[in-house]
Structures are given as structure tokens and as C-alpha cells.
């Protein structure tokens, strides 16, 4: 099983970022899925993650900023990231059948 991220970068506060996570190597739709982030110092914490039929469950924290969506045929998941915060920093990454991703930097300055 392989990830791919990107779409993380540098951006400032209130402005947007989209995430993908490319997989090859498993059967992507029916595959547990997850958005998690890493703050320095701290744990991971759980964002997001969305069903096979594409239902999405969100942390409190996230649900009225950021929107996961995935792409059966592409084998692709996504992190849609609005309004983001300086707070926001950190790497975040997506987890698909277990297998962590290694990661997208996201920089958030006021």
C-alpha cells in the first residue's frame, strides 16, 4: 500500500488549502479513511474521516471549516481547508486501511 500526499504549503490566515492522498495498492473504496494532524510537541489528533458511501464524521474542532471528500475512481481522499488559523499548523496526514501517509507540512501565518 502506498500513499501520496500533497496540497500542503504556506498560506495566511483565513485562506485555504486542499489536501489529497493518492493510493495505490488497495482497495481504496472500501478501505477505512482518516484525516489526522501533528502539532509539534503533541500527539496526532483525529480530524476527519468519511465512509465508503461517503458520509463524513468530523471532530468538533474542524466540522465548520474543513470537508473531506474522496474519489473512488482516482483512489484519492481529500481535505478541503477553509478559513484556517495560524493554530492550524502543523503536518497533517491521511490514513487509509491503518497505513499512515508520511505527511504534508500545512503552514498557517497571521
Known amino acids: 500500500l502506498e500513499l501520496v500526499e500533497s496540497g500542503g504549503g504556506s498560506v495566511q490566515a483565513g485562506g485555504s488549502l486542499k489536501l489529497s492522498c493518492v493510493v495505490s495498492g488497495a482497495a481504496f473504496s472500501r478501505c477505512p479513511k482518516f484525516w489526522y494532524r501533528q502539532v509539534p510537541g503533541s500527539g496526532r489528533e483525529f480530524i476527519s474521516t468519511i465512509s465508503s458511501a461517503g458520509t463524513p464524521s468530523y471532530a468538533a474542532s474542524y466540522e465548520d471549516r474543513f470537508t473531506i471528500t474522496q474519489d473512488n475512481a482516482a483512489n484519492t481522499l481529500y481535505l478541503q481547508m477553509d478559513s484556517l488559523k495560524t493554530s492550524d499548523t502543523a503536518v497533517y496526514y491521511c490514513?487509509?486501511?491503518?497505513?499512515w501517509g508520511h505527511g504534508t507540512q500545512v503552514t498557517v501565518s497571521s
Open positions: 490514513v487509509i486501511c491503518n497505513n
